[in-house]
């Protein structure tokens, strides 16, 4: 199974870009312009438009990702007996949403690379990258005001509800992960828990409740599938955050590793060894994330306190529980079907992953 879901994000990334360029063209022109915001009172600067947003968005898009939250969509869409071809325009939101809170993530947290490259604030200017990002949370909308009249006033309303609620919520996770790592705040395992339900968990529970709805699911089953999907983004959120300090591969990508470090991120390992430590050991650790070092000798002795205490073991385990946990959610939800295996199968992928 683990073949197939390979398979399936090989096949799908490119059906997805195909779709996102048609929501945000890869070089707008005055039929695209109008298309997204209607004609001009006066005159559209073409130009400025392009180099503003389309070349900044396509840039950053190109590097790749996994595309794993509309990939996501499509399973539950599949597992819930609606076709997923037919949904697949409203797959994008919250891909479009995510890669513009990682633009803006990396001028919040001072990054230097993303996927291999310069950050785009690094490429294109501060004002550019923060720009993009935010107009990434709004552009993917245009999947439903284009196709409202596919789609009922009361799935609509509820897709709109269901993006309010989500988008406040990532911002208020943001807010908790910014306030730790500047060490205005100190956070415990379930405080840290609960940043990631709302950071990494939104876009995901976003992407199976919004299919959900649009397989025409009952509300228990709609907010069932969206337990399971943020305990999955949670999941998928530590094993990233083990790959940073021990995923020679994925720390490549990223500059090195522990990049985590730099950031001073309080994540569930760091929260275990401050729990676990020796005072000495303890004090060193938050030295060495409260510097923000760049310096790989000291990341890697940081990196050495957290594995003398076991976190990057507890981290992997906690994570699979996760996974356990999450599918008893909606095991019963869903009927027996080879879609409900391959869900299964797409979730326990994203904890075991090694990239």
């Not at 950050?119 to 999947?143: E, H, Q, R, S, W």
């Not at 990057?312 to 095991?331: H, M, S």
Request: charged residues 30%.
């Amino acid at each position: 199974m683990k073949r197939e879901i390979e398979k399936i994000f090989e096949e799908k990334a490119s059906v997805i870009n195909r779709m996102i360029e048609r929501y945000i063209p890869r070089e707008y022109n005055e039929d695209s312009l109008i298309f997204t915001l209607g004609p001009p009172r006066y005159e559209y600067n073409m130009e400025a438009i392009n180099k503003a947003i389309a070349d900044p968005v396509w840039e950053f898009l190109d590097r790749g990702g996994k595309r794993w939250r509309p990939i996501l969509f499509l399973l539950v869409c599949e597992a819930l007996g609606a076709a997923p071809k037919k949904l697949l325009e409203f797959a994008i939101i919250p891909e479009i949403i995510h890669n513009g809170t990682l633009m803006i993530d990396d001028v919040e947290d001072a990054s230097e690379i993303r996927r291999g490259k310069p950050c785009t604030y690094k490429l294109f200017g501060l004002d550019i990258a923060i720009n993009t990002g935010n107009v990434m949370y709004y552009l993917p909308l245009l999947a439903l005001i284009k196709n409202k009249n596919k789609i009922s006033i009361e799935k609509q309303n509820r897709i709109y509800e269901i993006y309010l609620h989500e988008m406040i919520r990532l911002s208020f996770g943001q807010a908790m992960d910014i306030a730790w790592h500047k060490g205005l705040a100190e956070a415990n395992e379930k405080q840290y828990l609960q940043m990631c339900v709302y950071k990494t968990g939104t876009l995901a529970r976003m992407s199976a409740k919004m299919a959900a709805v649009l397989a025409g699911a009952s509300d228990d089953t709609i907010e069932g599938m969206g337990r399971f999907a943020e305990t999955t983004a949670v999941a998928f959120q530590i094993q990233d955050d083990v790959l940073d300090l021990v995923g020679e591969e994925f720390a490549e990508k990223k500059g090195g590793l522990g990049q985590d470090i730099t950031e001073g991120k309080r994540s569930l390992m760091v929260i275990h060894t401050l729990e676990k430590a020796e005072p000495a050991d303890k004090k060193r650790l938050l030295q060495i994330l409260d510097t923000h070092t760049t310096d790989q000798k000291l990341r890697d002795e940081a990196i050495s306190i957290i594995k003398k205490y076991g976190s990057v073991r507890y981290a992997r385990w906690f994570a699979r529980g996760l996974i356990e946990k999450g599918w008893k959610e909606i095991d019963k939800l869903l009927q027996a079907s080879e879609a409900k295996e391959k869900l299964r199968a797409f979730a326990h992928y994203l904890v075991e992953r090694e990239i």
